[in-house]
């Protein structure tokens, strides 16, 4: 079998897995957010933090919840790091840095989990655990619950109340990431993912050779960063190491963990509105924009041009020998199509439009599917702007699932959309400005710039991934990074609960002949279209001077 072949079946079975956990998965997810028992565990968390379960919230107090909560678990974590020296399980290690602990504090808790160091020689096994493995699934949880506030705005009518974000925390985490993580991490144990609490230490080996490794968790907090929430992880080669990805078919597992969550809450929104057309018309527009995507740096990865690439049929370099191009290509189109950042190749070792790719992925918006949540709020803003557009063609008050889409929602879907880019190019300006920080790239011209245009894209869209190639573990690119992590996490969650809570409000429209079908074909294409279109828009003058410079050299 060629590797083309091999690719194209790897691939080919990522799909049908996905189609297969579409139903059930979303449906789970539904009775999740839409049924009224608590459990036990449940109800023992809200006596214990204060919660009534049963009070509903207007879009502000959800908001101020996610921000409360969000906050606490930046100033914890940052503690966390500065005193882990005195902490047990410690390993050792000093205290992590001021600007480092800030960078990482924002980083996980606004599920972007962005590294500027090596996990496996700079946190304990405590803060690995109590801390960042923590944020890997409450972060993710936020961004589930926003989304379904969301839904809620567009199934309700005449209301102030979009559910109960301490409920919607909970149970995202207790009835959906624990119980995949749990199943998840007994997978990649028996695929040979360490689990176990070892000091770095000489340990003999089956075959009497020795070897010094550092043990860890490391499989439990692979499953949670899987599941679209993000690349950090115990070592630095993150998914390359064996420890952390030890076989291709537990590569196949990883990659499956990225997308299904993501894919399957289409299902969800179809449900919680009432048809489930709208969800497959959802699922459809992100299906679409993720398998062209893959086709394209499937194809740049494997008929590169130059001499050695030509003459092997790929392009090898930053690639883990047991995995090969084509899965390594998936797995990077698939990380950063999601808010997920893990990585098992080197993109900066990327053919010029390979490394492109990856970028235009995370420039997408994180939608195709997105992270945990995010993908979903994040394509349903692009759905709100795609019936507006289309109102203006035709001049009728543009309608989305019987709402009215007036200049306050579009308000808050256009500026939702452009937090990302401001955020994005104003940070890659300024690195570019500075000459003390042109000196942390690896590389010169247009590679080079590609480089801190990906660090800034990547953090700005809660991706976590790196290009690799740019010294950013400084006392700037902390700042300017956390920064752009806080300003990508946070805004686009206030605009999009304000737009919940208007959407809310309206009382159903009934359609007439003039309302646009949003659940055919037509409208896939539209949405699709116009994502593509914004971000062409808003990003090709910086891929010009990057990627596209670079490929045509």
């Given amino acids: 079998m060629s590797t083309t072949t091999a690719g194209i079946c790897f691939a080919g079975s990522l799909v049908l897995a996905l189609a297969v956990a579409y139903r059930p998965l979303g449906d789970h997810m539904y009775r999740v957010f839409t049924g009224t028992r608590h459990a036990r565990a449940e109800k023992l968390i809200y006596r214990l933090i204060g919660v009534r379960p049963d009070a509903e919230q207007t879009w502000g107090v959800y908001a101020r919840g996610v921000l409360a909560f969000s906050v606490v678990s930046i100033l914890f974590l940052y503690v966390l790091q500065r005193v882990q020296n005195h902490l047990m399980l410690s390993l050792g290690f000093k205290p992590v840095v001021a600007h480092q602990a800030w960078n990482t504090a924002i980083s996980f808790t606004t599920n972007t989990n962005w590294q500027s160091y090596s996990g496996e020689s700079t946190m304990g096994h405590l803060v690995q655990m109590a801390g960042l493995a923590v944020q890997n699934f409450v972060s993710a949880a936020v961004g589930i619950a926003v989304a379904i506030a969301l839904v809620r705005g567009f199934a309700r009518k005449r209301t102030e109340h979009l559910g109960n974000f301490w409920v919607d925390l909970v149970r995202a985490n207790l009835r959906i990431l624990l119980p995949i993580a749990v199943v998840g991490a007994i997978v990649l144990v028996a695929g040979g993912a360490v689990q176990n609490f070892h000091d770095p230490h000489t340990i003999q080996t089956l075959t009497g050779a020795k070897q010094t490794i550092t043990g860890g968790p490391v499989a439990s907090q692979e499953v949670i960063k899987e599941l679209g929430t993000n690349g950090g992880g115990f070592y630095n080669a993150n998914s390359a190491h064996p420890f952390e990805n030890p076989a291709t078919w537990t590569n196949w597992i990883e990659i499956f963990l990225i997308l299904v969550i993501g894919f399957s809450l289409p299902r969800t929104f179809g449900r919680m509105v009432g048809s489930n057309r709208q969800g497959y018309a959802i699922v459809s527009v992100m299906g679409a924009l993720a398998v062209v995507s893959m086709s394209l740096i499937m194809w740049f990865q494997l008929a590169h041009h130059g001499t050695v690439p030509t003459a092997i049929g790929s392009s090898m370099e930053g690639v883990e020998t047991r995995f090969g191009v084509a899965n390594s290509a998936t797995f990077a189109d698939a990380t950063t199509l999601t808010s997920t950042g893990a990585v098992d190749s080197f993109h900066d070792s990327y053919t010029s439009l390979g490394g492109m790719m990856t970028m235009f992925n995370m420039m997408l918006g994180e939608v195709a599917p997105g992270g945990t949540g995010s993908g979903l709020y994040g394509m349903l803003i692009l759905a709100v702007i795609t019936v507006f557009v289309a109102g203006l063609m035709v001049g009728r008050t543009p309608e989305y699932l019987g709402k009215r889409i007036g200049s306050r929602e579009i308000k808050f879907a256009a500026t939702y959309f452009l ?25 010169g011209g247009p590679h080079g710039l590609s480089e801190v245009l990906y660090a800034f894209t990547s953090a700005s869209n809660n991706n976590g991934s790196a290009f690799a190639g740019l010294t950013v573990n400084t006392p700037w690119y902390d700042t300017a990074l956390g920064l752009a992590m806080v300003f990508g996490r946070f805004l686009p969650m206030i605009f999009v609960l304000a737009l919940a809570g208007s959407l809310a409000k309206q009382g159903l ?29 808003t990003f090709l003058p910086a891929l010009a001077l990057g990627p596209l410079a670079e490929g045509i050299h």
């Fill in 419 to 443: 937090v990302t880019p401001v955020c994005v190019l104003v940070g890659t300006a300024f690195a570019m400005a500075l000459p003390g920080e042109r000196a942390g790239m690896l590389n």
């Fill in 509 to 537: 429209t009934p359609a007439s002949e003039g309302t646009l079908p949003t659940h055919r074909p037509q409208f896939v294409a539209m949405v699709a279209g116009v994502t593509v279109v914004l971000v062409a828009l």
